[in-house]
């Protein structure tokens, strides 16, 4: 876009043609402002942003306009327009809208940070159109919420201390369970024990011959010669 400053004759100031791609011949004393028309983005960060619950948080929020009139954006808004005119706006709208949610909401919940979006997009959208800015709103996008590092080493604590709690829990759980089958064993060895009349000593003679015959009967692995003597039979394992 042209801004005419003539010395002697003609009218000066913003020229209401704007001028597109390709070559265009002025005079010397004309000056140019280079107006995008395609929408660009821009980015804002936010240092202790506080949420609900009074964390402070550091945020990223991007916010994407095209420009519709160049020559009246200029000639109204100037052509620092962004600066005099949205920055403020937007950065206002996103506070007030994390105002609204808490810390775990804005650094976990995607939830949250659509709602943000979806608020702010639509209090920018209603802004830009009363205050008659010729621009077009394409999105808002405001990032995860990212709290101080003392709030993330004690999240971090907590969750170290909660799967420490639950190693323990499972630990407990099968040294539990290893005792009742155990348990659960040793009755029904002792309630077939008396089912079968046997003494204890009877009983543990019974399952010393249960053992030998599992070690050399047809399925062991070891062939054994058995020496009887002094009333107690004692194998022999023949190595292979």
Not at 23 to 52: C, E, G, W, Y
């Amino acid at each position: 876009m042209l801004i005419r400053k003539p010395i002697f004759f003609g009218h000066g100031g913003v020229d209401e043609t704007p001028v597109k791609t390709g070559r265009t011949f002025v005079a010397v004393t004309t000056d140019h402002i280079k107006v995008n028309m395609q929408p660009l983005q821009h980015p804002v960060h936010f240092d202790d942003l506080m949420s609900s619950d009074g964390v402070p948080l550091d945020f990223d929020a991007i916010i994407r306009l095209q420009v519709t009139d160049s020559v009246a954006l200029v000639q109204k808004f100037g052509p620092q327009w962004y600066e005099s005119n949205v920055d403020a706006e937007f950065r206002n709208r996103v506070r007030a809208a994390v105002k609204k949610h808490g810390m775990n909401e804005t650094a976990i919940q995607d939830k949250a940070t659509a709602e943000i979006d979806a608020e702010v997009s639509s209090a920018m959208t209603e802004y830009l159109k009363t205050s008659g800015l010729p621009l077009r709103l394409i999105d808002v996008t405001v990032g995860r919420a990212n709290p101080p590092d003392a709030i993330k080493n004690q999240r971090v604590a907590t969750a170290e201390q909660e799967q420490r709690i639950n190693t323990e829990r499972q630990r407990k759980l099968a040294e539990d369970q290893r005792h009742d089958a155990e348990q659960a064993r040793a009755n029904a060895d002792n309630a077939y024990r008396q089912a079968m009349q046997l003494s204890p000593e009877q009983f543990l003679q019974l399952e010393q011959i249960k053992m030998l015959h599992d070690v050399c009967g047809p399925n062991g692995k070891a062939g054994c010669t058995f020496l009887n003597g002094g009333g107690a039979v004692v194998p022999t394992l023949n190595v292979r």
